[in-house]
């Protein structure tokens, strides 16, 4: 069992509260989509997936599908009070409730070592750096 705990601004290896700039520049960068427990590939869902955040505020989502296909979201991210924003995300993971993709998303952050990105805490399901 993998639990989750949300620390937002709050920097577990250094003991202090992070101001949103030191998040956001902490945020930059490539992460991976871990595919918790509940996730079921379908020719719809993804088998893999990266997030690509800048400093510019601007973001790619890259998915490959179940099918073998790969989808592909750009857009804008900003980072507030212990979520990041994103004006155009998918769910390639299928375990949110069906929306017309994509949609506009707010994530909560894990700020630790590395941050992780979750979109759905329930299923252990997550972008790590």
Known sequence: MVLILV???????????????????????RYDLSLGSAAS???STATAGTLELDAS???VQSCRLGDGSTKRDEG??????????FSAFS???GVWPKTPEPTSAHLPVEIG?????????????F???
């Open 113 to 125: 070592d590395e941050p992780i990105i979750l979109v759905s805490p329930e299923t252990n399901t």
């Open 57 to 59: 505020g601007r973001f």
């Open 41 to 43: 590939v379908s020719s």
């Open 91 to 93: 769910d390639c993971s």
């Open 7 to 29: 620390l937002g601004g709050a920097c577990a290896a250094c003991g202090r509260s992070m101001s949103d700039a030191d998040v956001r520049a902490r945020l930059v960068g």
């Open 127 to 129: 972008y790590k750096k």
């Open 76 to 85: 804008e991210w900003s980072y507030h009070d212990a979520r990041i924003h």
